[in-house]
């Protein structure tokens, strides 16, 4: 189960710092690619940022690289999103994922928390 948290509304420039606790499962006793989703109204989900399964590579959308930081923390078991100089265009429903068997997380992966709302005032 992924549950996230830290969403609100913030001003344009400001930060925020999602989190996503994962239960039910330790993150260090099987590798799963963990990630960030995002919907704004109207708009197709879409990655923002994900760490690879295996290699524990990050990947971000280029849309938010240099501003925002996905990271992982085996001792909380939760995956983070922090989130800096945010735009109003970032305003969206923001969701956690995992996949314990592809190497990315994906649209179909099979985890899926319930999201939070992120939104960016200007």
């Known amino acids: 189960q992924l549950v996230e948290s830290g969403g609100g509304l913030v001003q344009a420039g400001g930060s925020l710092k999602l989190s996503c606790l994962v239960s039910?499962?330790?993150?260090?006793?099987?590798?799963?690619?963990m990630g960030w989703f995002r919907q704004a109204p109207g708009k197709e989900r879409e990655i923002v940022a994900g760490i690879r399964r295996r290699s524990g590579d990050s990947d971000y959308a280029d849309s938010v690289k240099g501003r925002f930081t996905i990271s992982k923390d085996f001792a909380k078991n939760a995956v983070y999103l922090q989130m800096n100089n945010l735009k109003p265009e970032d305003t969206a429903v923001y969701s956690c994922?995992?996949?314990?068997?592809?190497?990315?997380?994906?649209?179909?992966?099979?985890?899926w928390g319930q999201g939070t709302q992120v939104t960016v005032s200007s």
């Open positions: 994922s995992a996949d314990d068997l592809q190497e990315r997380v994906s649209p179909l992966s099979p985890y």
């Open positions: 039910g499962r330790p993150l260090w006793s099987r590798p799963m690619a």
